[in-house]
C-alpha cells in the first residue's frame, strides 16, 4: 500500500511570490492534514480537509490556503511568501473524519530567498 | 496554542543503554501518541496511548500515561544507532493534533 506523497520535494520562491504544494493520502483516506515545520518552531497545525471541505484552521493568515479534491488529494496555496515561510511542510491523511492516527509524508521543504 | 512540552531537549546516549523521554500537556486529552521524525523527513507513527490506559508497550517501546499529571513518557530499551531521531509527543483533543517540541535523541555507536 503506498503511503503519503507530496510533491516537490524541494520549492525554491523568492519574496511575494506563489507556492503551491501537493499531498496524495493514502488510498482510502479521506481526511488530509496540512502542518509547517519551521526551525525552532515546532510542527503547527495548519488546515485540515475533510470530504472536500475545510474542518479545521491553525493560527495562520489568510494567504495559506488550500483545497481538498474529489479524488482527496490536496493542494496547500501560500500567497505572497515572506522569508519566515522557509520550512518543511508536512501532510498527513487519516481514515476518516477524527480518526486518531494521522499517517505523514515525506515533505516539501520551502525555501524562500 | 497549546504545545506540548518535551524534555530533556536533547538526549545523547550510547548504544545499549535506554533512553526516556517525557512530555507534558495543558488541557484534556482524548490520547496521546508518539511520532518519529528522521532528520528532515515525515514523522512515523510509533505508539499510541489512550486516556484511559497508563501503560502500553510495543517492541522496544514503553509508554506511559500519567492524566492526573497530564504527562507521559516514552522508553526506548536497548537503543540502537538507527534510533537516532527526534520524537515527538503529540495530543489529540477533539480532532486536532498538537505537537510536542521534541526530544532529539542521538545513539552513539
Known amino acids: 500500500e503506498a503511503g503519503v506523497t507530496q510533491s516537490p520535494t524541494h520549492l525554491i520562491k523568492t519574496r511575494g511570490q506563489q507556492a503551491t504544494l501537493r499531498c496524495s493520502p493514502i488510498?482510502?483516506?479521506?481526511?488530509v492534514y496540512w502542518y509547517q515545520q519551521a526551525l525552532g518552531l515546532g510542527l503547527q497545525f495548519l488546515l485540515w480537509?475533510?470530504?472536500?471541505?475545510?474542518?479545521n484552521r491553525g493560527n495562520f493568515p489568510p494567504r495559506f490556503s488550500g483545497r481538498q479534491f474529489p479524488n482527496y488529494s490536496s493542494e496547500l496555496n501560500v500567497n505572497a511568501l515572506e522569508l519566515e515561510d522557509s520550512a518543511l511542510y508536512l501532510c498527513?491523511?487519516?481514515?476518516?473524519?477524527?480518526?486518531?492516527?494521522?499517517?505523514f509524508g515525506p515533505g516539501t521543504r520551502l525555501t524562500v530567498l | 496554542s497549546q504545545q506540548g512540552e518535551e524534555d530533556p531537549q536533547a538526549l545523547s546516549i550510547q548504544e545499549g543503554e535506554n533512553a526516556t523521554m517525557n512530555c507534558s500537556y495543558k488541557t484534556s486529552i482524548n490520547n496521546l501518541q508518539w511520532y518519529r521524525q528522521n532528520s528532515g523527513r515525515g514523522l512515523v507513527h510509533l505508539i499510541l496511548?489512550?486516556?484511559?490506559?497508563r501503560e502500553k508497550h510495543s517492541g522496544r517501546l514503553r509508554v506511559t500515561l500519567d492524566t492526573s499529571k497530564k504527562s507521559s513518557s516514552l522508553l526506548i530499551t536497548a537503543s540502537r544507532a538507527a534510533d537516532t531521531a527526534s520524537y515527538f509527543c503529540?495530543?489529540?483533543?477533539?480532532?486536532?493534533?498538537?505537537f510536542g517540541e521534541g526530544t532529539q535523541l542521538t545513539v552513539n555507536p
Open positions: 488510498s482510502g483516506h479521506t481526511s
Open positions: 480537509y475533510d470530504e472536500g471541505e475545510e474542518r
Open positions: 498527513a491523511s487519516s481514515a476518516r473524519l477524527g480518526a486518531d492516527t494521522q499517517y
Open positions: 503529540v495530543m489529540t483533543s477533539g480532532s486536532r493534533l498538537t
Open positions: 496511548i489512550r486516556s484511559n490506559e
